[in-house]
């Protein structure tokens, strides 16, 4: 069975780090590509970030680029994601998601979703 | 930059049948692959459609996807209570600096 379980989230004020972690299991993990989502509370989702199988190909949202990382290890069969010089509308809960498909066909999308990880930016 | 546009709301009687459309601006959708999630609310998105018209395994036949031109459809029959729902289309565009986005998403209330 596939499993998704995200952690890292909490409370942490404007301007803050945190380092969000999705934990894969139940697949081959460093066959498939890997995607963060998030979702602001009351809102719809919003793509944040992908990242190929092998680590060479990442994409970001605008919203986030320059301020968020997104990482691999295969080893451990963890996907991350560090989110900087964190904002008020970056709160929200953060999902982790598992890609299939073909990017270069534009044949792509999310079969497995954790159960997200809640990131509060308050002072 | 591309746009994914969806009614914000949909409804219908248990029994009835409901469409969703997806309709593609900034790049044609034609091209694209698109797939659909629902979200019951308090809940992770759940895959229901890709490739525009295919089914996971696990998800009933009373879901089904289309596609015609620039527009995607996501068709509901025999509405449960259950169905009711936020539901998402996105698409991943290679051309694009950011590649993958999602549908405003269309609440469903079941009558």
């Known amino acids: 069975e596939v499993q998704l379980v995200e952690s890292g989230g909490g409370l942490v004020k404007p301007g803050g780090s945190l380092r969000l972690s999705c934990a894969a299991s139940g697949f081959s993990f460093s066959t498939y590509s890997m995607t963060w989502v998030r979702q602001a509370p009351g809102k719809g989702l919003e793509w944040v970030s992908s990242?190929?199988?092998?680590?060479?190909?990442?994409y970001y949202a605008d919203s986030v680029k320059g301020r968020f990382t997104i990482s691999r290890d295969n080893a451990k069969n963890s996907v991350y994601l560090q989110v900087n010089s964190l904002r008020d509308e970056d709160t929200a809960v953060y999902y982790c998601?598992?890609?299939?498909?073909?990017?270069?066909?534009?044949?792509?999308?999310?079969?497995?979703w954790g159960q997200g990880t809640l990131v509060t930016v308050s002072s | 930059q591309s746009v994914l546009t969806q009614p914000p709301s949909v409804s219908a009687a248990p029994g009835e049948k409901v469409t969703i459309s997806c309709s593609g601006s900034g790049s044609n959708i034609g091209n694209n692959y698109v797939s659909w999630y629902q979200q019951v609310p308090g809940t992770a998105p759940k895959l229901l459609i890709y490739d525009n018209d295919k089914r996971p395994s696990g998800i009933p036949d009373r879901f089904s996807g289309s596609k015609s031109g620039t527009s995607v459809t996501l068709g509901i029959t025999g509405l449960q209570t259950g169905d009711e729902a936020d539901y998402y289309c996105?698409?991943?565009?290679?051309?694009?600096?950011?590649?993958?986005?999602f549908g405003g998403g269309t609440k469903l209330t079941v009558l």
């Open positions: 990242i190929k199988s092998s680590g060479t190909y990442i």
């Open positions: 996105g698409r991943w565009d290679s051309s694009l600096s950011t590649p993958w986005v």
């Open positions: 998601a598992r890609g299939r498909g073909d990017w270069s066909r534009d044949l792509y999308y999310f079969d497995s």
